[in-house]
């Protein structure tokens, strides 16, 4: 969900203070000393046993992941719910759907930085930013809920794990072709296909253009997402999701075939309005001419 973008940054997109001459206030180190001190109140108070970190972040794990820890150049997936600390109250509610984190942006929250570079992919964990290490002195306005300037918050979030949705994605796509009696091939990428219709065209490579008609399904639910109308789809075959990459070579002009596609090979953590985060798909393929 791209819309996450606009909680990256230190200062949001609507500041407080823009453009207004404001007195001078605390500094840094005053304000995150007053920050810390108020964090460590409300974890007391509320009986929770977080980890602290020298920056002044505190952060609780409450599932340890079996993944790997991110690498500082990796884009990660989350899910994020983010809370003023003080009131409760929800300024922004990401949990239906993966979203797409570098953990390397410049603008990326400091809080961020500083614990998802320690969290096993898989994990969940609340993140209890200081205000100097979310959102600052000018504050921000996310979805007409307003994070005053030197506010606290906090950020409930789950880290993203490939390596374990490719498990299931697989295992899903197995009991689907065993349930339904389909004698699919199996590709070491995960992909599992029938070729129904050989072709006798020329096969395509991975600079070649492709003409194809389609049809995409879930494999979930048998839900047609997209289909071809009654002109064909051309496009250069590195322009498609990686599991008709993988899939069109293996057919001729002319061809034929149904491919069951894990969702790390289709659309992966992300959704759209037709297609689920992590969905597995089955696409019906003719596949027309390569060039």
């Not at 007391?44 to 079996?66: E, H, M």
């Not at 600390?85 to 500083?114: E, M, Y």
């Not at 029938?194 to 008609?213: C, D, E, L, M, Y």
Request: proline share 5%.
């Amino acid at each position: 969900m791209k819309k996450i973008l606009f909680l990256l940054g230190m200062v949001g997109l609507i500041a407080f203070s823009c453009g207004v001459d404001m007195p001078a206030g605390p500094s840094f180190e005053e304000q995150l000393k007053k920050d810390i001190a108020e964090i460590d109140e409300y974890l007391f108070n509320n009986g929770i046993s977080a980890t602290s970190d020298q920056s002044g972040v505190r952060y609780l794990t409450t599932k340890v992941g079996l993944g790997a820890v991110p690498a500082p150049t990796d884009v990660v997936y989350v899910t994020v719910v983010g809370k003023i600390l003080k009131t409760g109250r929800i300024f922004v509610d990401v949990q239906d759907s993966w979203t797409n984190v570098p953990i390397n942006a410049p603008d990326l929250l400091a809080s961020w930085k500083t614990v998802i570079p320690k969290m096993t992919k898989g994990s969940s964990f609340t993140i209890f930013s200081p205000s100097g290490l979310a959102y600052g002195t000018v504050g921000v306005n996310i979805t007409g809920v307003a994070v005053p300037s030197n506010t606290n918050v906090s950020f409930e979030m789950q880290l993203f794990d490939e390596v374990a949705q490719f498990k299931i994605d697989t295992a899903a796509i197995t009991a689907h072709v065993k349930t339904n009696n389909i004698n699919a091939i199996k590709d070491g990428s995960g992909l599992q296909y029938v070729i129904t219709q050989i072709g006798t065209g020329a096969k395509p490579i991975a600079s070649s253009s492709v003409t194809f008609n389609y049809e995409g399904k879930l494999l979930a639910t048998g839900a047609v997402f997209d289909k071809s109308t009654t002109v064909p789809l051309t496009l250069p075959l590195t322009n498609i999701i990686k599991g008709l990459q993988i899939g069109l070579p293996l057919l001729s002009a002319g061809g034929k075939a149904t491919f069951y596609i894990p969702s790390s090979l289709g659309y992966g953590p992300s959704k759209s309005n037709a297609i689920p985060s992590n969905s597995n798909l089955i696409f019906e393929i003719e596949l027309v001419s390569v060039r």
